[in-house]
């Protein structure tokens, strides 16, 4: 009996080392085939990706182009116009009196004419140093 016990002792335990194993061997497989999904999965995402990028660039390209098209078509043309103001645009509300004199001067000097004294009277030379 004892010979018939540790045979059924050793077939119980054959067998459990037998699904340990087949445990072991489904979860390798079951990880493989999960990680050959992930990467399947992966590469569809990243040839989708590259696929947009080479659009974008495409459009990017056709943009460019059509500026410089644009840009070769376009002319820049510069107006110069000349305004004269008859009348002065201060008047003597906003200003005191020596405020216009002074406005009137640099009027005169921008427009080169000689400057005038705001009394009317012309200006004397300084006197220089005593000799």
């Known amino acids: 009996m004892i010979g018939r016990a540790h045979l059924i002792l050793g077939a119980a335990l054959a067998a459990c080392l037998a699904g340990m194993g087949g445990f072991a061997y489904g979860a390798r497989v079951g990880a493989a085939q999960e ?5 399947r999965a992966d590469d569809a995402r990243e040839t989708q ?13 056709r943009a460019q182009a059509a500026e410089y098209a644009r840009q070769g078509d376009v002319r820049e043309i510069y107006h110069e116009s000349q305004k004269i103001i008859e009348r002065p645009v201060y008047g ?6 020596d405020g216009v004199g002074l406005l009137d001067r640099a009027a005169a000097t921008a427009n080169g004419e000689g ?3 705001p009394a009317g009277a012309t200006a004397a030379p300084a006197p220089g140093p005593a000799d």
Not at 35 to 39: E, L, R, V
Not at 92 to 97: K, L, S
């Open 35 to 39: 990680q050959a999904a992930q990467k």
């Open 115 to 117: 400057a005038r004294d």
């Open 92 to 97: 003597a509300m906003c200003v005191d009196a």
């Open 49 to 61: 990706r590259q696929q947009l990028q080479a659009r974008l660039d495409a459009s990017a390209q």
